[in-house]
């Protein structure tokens, strides 16, 4: 079912309270306790937002969220018809299956064929790439998944629309049991009805959702119970788990699902620390000066998956799309010891070769004396594993 055909349905639901998240947060914000439901089961710690030197969420005098830097510029009218009509489009992806396959195979995730094997009970860390920027992290007992995007297209429709011209490694019912799901922002690409539908549907309210402030009524609409909104710099944990924080950290796009709700959801990236590893999720994003706060404040981290594609034209997509040499600046910024690479290879949203990424990657990993093992890219369905023990991790 498309989003655009149940909006109706949802809109009437009455069964999920819309405020009743929001009043916990704000409770738990005002009284310094935790809350000890299965929507907080740790209270929120305003300490980093309180710094002089960290950058807070911003909006302007219309209440939308603006992006606070010099960096970014606003994606007006006329440069998106300049860019639709006056570019040319050289992302060449082939028609052949054959020839994808061979260029850009898609493996069978290790849990499906060894189901046994997921949930990494010790130090180490695994991830596993399933397209696009969604991926299956694997850490600190906790198993949980960035931007789940299972559809066909990132669209409102499943009709029209940019399409994957590569498929998902899996389908939701082959996933294993998920903890938790972080979403970055609400574009159609890292934020997909029917995957959070469908997910909410196997995991119910066992399932926590990490998501930026302003979301959490659209969550809701979804049937989506257990969920918490955060603004930049505030952090909850999957009830449970309370060793494991998960921290809502900046970073500079812009949000948009229909004609009249630009930003009003906020958007950035995810820094999830645990008691043996470090992951960093920097979602969709132009390069900004956020990426050495967050390093400073939270690095060195052992994982980082940083986005490398739809970035062409420069002029047009650098201040919301890292090229990636600016990926591989943060990589650096946030001093991550190792790097995956996300957000190429599966939609051609931009108009740069569809293999392009990968190279140019590894172009600007040598400038910066670093090798392919420091940012890896991996196969559609592909697992790495991360072990601290390791002297070479």
């Known amino acids: 079912m498309d989003e655009n055909e149940s909006n109706q349905s949802l809109m009437t639901s009455s069964q999920y309270p819309k405020e009743a998240v929001r009043k916990r947060q704000n409770s738990a914000r005002n009284s310094g306790a935790s809350d000890s439901s299965r929507f907080s089961r740790k209270s929120f710690k305003l300490d980093y937002r309180l710094e002089e030197d960290v950058t807070k969420s911003k909006k302007g005098k219309d209440g939308r969220f603006v992006n606070p830097w010099p960096t970014w510029k606003n994606p007006s009218i006329p440069n998106v018809l300049r860019w639709l009509i006056m570019e040319k489009d050289h992302s060449s992806v082939p028609s052949s299956k054959e020839e994808l396959d061979k260029e850009l195979p898609v493996l069978k995730p290790y849990f499906i064929t060894n189901p046994e094997e997921a949930g990494v009970r010790e130090a180490g860390l695994r991830v596993t790439w399933l397209g696009h920027a969604t991926v299956m992290v694997e850490m600190d007992e906790l198993i949980f998944l960035t931007d789940p995007i299972f559809s066909s297209r990132a669209s409102p429709s ?13 389908t939701i019912s082959e996933l294993p049991p998920i903890d938790a799901v972080l979403i970055s922002h609400n574009h159609y690409d890292h934020l997909d009805y029917n995957s959070v539908i469908a997910l909410n549907e196997r995991f119910g309210n066992e399932l926590r959702w990490f998501v930026p402030l302003g979301l959490l009524d659209w969550m809701q609409k979804c049937g989506c119970e257990n969920v918490i909104e955060l603004d930049w710099w505030e952090e909850n944990c999957v009830p449970g788990h309370d060793k494991v ?12 699902r229909t004609l009249m709700d630009d930003n009003k959801v906020l958007w950035g990236s995810w820094s999830v620390l645990g008691p043996w590893n470090r992951f960093f999720f920097a979602g969709d994003t132009g390069y900004c000066p956020a990426f050495e706060e967050i390093g400073k404040r939270f690095g060195p981290f052992d994982l980082a998956a940083i986005p490398i594609g739809a970035y062409e034209p420069r002029w047009f997509m650098k201040y919301q799309h890292v090229d990636p040499e600016e990926a591989v600046r943060i990589h650096t910024d946030v001093q991550t010891k190792k790097s995956m690479a996300i957000h190429w290879g599966t939609f051609a949203l931009a108009n740069e070769h569809y293999l392009e990424p990968p190279v140019k990657l590894n172009e600007a990993l040598e400038r910066y004396g670093l090798n392919a093992e420091d940012f ?10 991360l072990n601290n023990d390791d002297e070479n991790f």
């Open 158 to 170: 499943q009709y029209m629309g940019p399409k994957r011209f590569r498929r998902s490694p899996c």
């Open 245 to 256: 924080t998960f921290v809502f950290t900046p970073s500079q796009h812009w949000c948009k």
């Open 376 to 385: 890896f890219v991996l196969k559609h369905g592909e697992s790495r594993y």
